[in-house]
Structure formats: C-alpha cells, structure tokens
C-alpha cells in the first residue's frame, strides 16, 4: 500500500544517535509543501509508531518491521482523517476553557514555549499530570540562539518528547496550545487549557531564569493554579 520511498530521508540518512534530529527531519517533512498532503499529515502517527516500536523493543524485546510501522502510521491517520473530517450539519464544539485530565492508563504532558526576538532567546516547559490530576513533575530549560517563534515552539515540543523518552514514561497525550505545533501534535488546546506550561516556559524570558531543571511534582508558585485545574 505504502513504501518507505514515500517519505524522504536526510542527505546522511538518519541519525543513530540522536532521537531529537531524526523527529526535526520528520517534523520538516511535514512542513514540506512539495510532498502529497497524504504523507505530510501522517507525520505524527509515524512518530507515534516509531515511540510505540521502541518501546516494544525496550520492554518486551518484540520488533516491528520500520515497512509495518510505517504502514500502520499511513493506515491510522487516514482513518483519524477521515473520522474527524468536519460534517455540514454537525453541531459546532463548545471550546473547552479549562485543563482536561487524560484518560485512564495514560499521562498528559502540557508543553509551553517563550520566545524574546531581540534575544533570541527561548524558554521551554513541560508539565506531567495523570488521570488523577496529580502532577508527576515539571521541567524548564532555555535555549539561546532561536531564530523564529515557530522554531521556539517546536524545539520545546521535540525537547518534552526527548524527555519522555529519557525517562521512560509511557502511553503519553502531549497538549500544546501554539499555533505552530497544530499539525505536529495531535492533541491541540485553547491557552487556558495551557496556562501552566506557558507561565513556566514564560519565567525563563521573562524572569532571566535560564538554569535548566527537573523536579516531581508541580513548582511551589503555581500550586494555587495547579489545584485549581485539577478541580476542574
């Protein structure tokens, strides 16, 4: 049905060292206007795959052919596609203004994204919650050097997956709420189901408070916040 052929590969190929520069390559492809919309809009369900592979790898030692995954990605975003195409006599979709918890046997990461263009600097957060409420734990770093706001976006996004990975969580729903990232990620949302993600990406340009960290639970200053989201 599909071929690997379909999606292009980096001049040297991809990375065997770097999870962040093989999903940079995909992200591009996805942003490539010259490609088939079929193969630009099944991007993140072959991330998706390739999380999902890896991880069967690591836990199970069970291996799934890159041909499969790949056509199982191809398989399911066309079946997403056509199940969430807008209908003419549908009902429009109240916004939801509020945090949502994810469903049961899964983990939300909310990430968020400052950029300063005189600076070119950028602030990046992610926030870990699961059906609970509970926040699991948060993290922020800044980057320097970023050319655009849409990069900003994109680096944090990539930067949470990476982190994901590194920690070995799994069955994860990544929410972002920039414009940027809305064909990237599957799970987009309005600002104000973003507030704390953005507000600790925000504290890096804002504040000057560029040391990276990671930490469990929620930061002591955004407690209020945080509680009140998980009240609904």
Request: glycine residues 4%; aromatic residues 10%.
């Amino acid at each position: 049905m599909w071929e690997l052929a379909n999606i292009p590969i980096p001049p040297a190929g991809f990375s065997a060292n770097s999870v962040f520069l093989n999903i940079y390559h995909l992200v591009g492809v996805m942003n490539n206007s010259k490609l088939e919309m079929s193969i630009r809009r099944a991007v993140p369900w072959v991330l998706w795959q390739i999380w999902k592979a890896r991880n069967s790898l690591a836990f199970k030692n069970t291996s799934l052919s890159p041909r499969q995954a790949v056509r199982t990605a191809f398989e399911e975003a066309e079946l997403w596609f056509l199940a969430n195409s807008p209908q003419r006599d549908s009902e429009p979709t109240p916004t939801v203004k509020t945090w949502i918890k994810p469903p049961i046997g899964t983990f939300k990461c909310n990430v968020g994204s400052s950029w300063v263009c005189d600076q070119r600097n950028c602030g990046a957060a992610w926030i870990l919650r699961d059906p609970q409420e509970r926040t699991v734990a948060h993290s922020r770093r800044s980057y320097s050097t970023i050319n655009s706001g849409k990069e900003a976006h994109i680096t944090a996004l990539l930067w949470a997956v990476e982190s994901m990975h590194n920690m070995r969580q799994n069955n994860i729903i990544f929410e972002t709420s920039t414009e940027d990232t809305r064909e990237i990620i599957l799970d987009h949302a309005a600002d104000e189901r973003n507030v704390a993600a953005n507000m600790i990406a925000g504290s890096v340009t804002t504040g000057h408070r560029y040391q990276s960290y990671i930490a469990s639970q929620g930061p002591a200053w955004l407690h209020s916040l945080l509680s009140r989201e998980a009240r609904g």
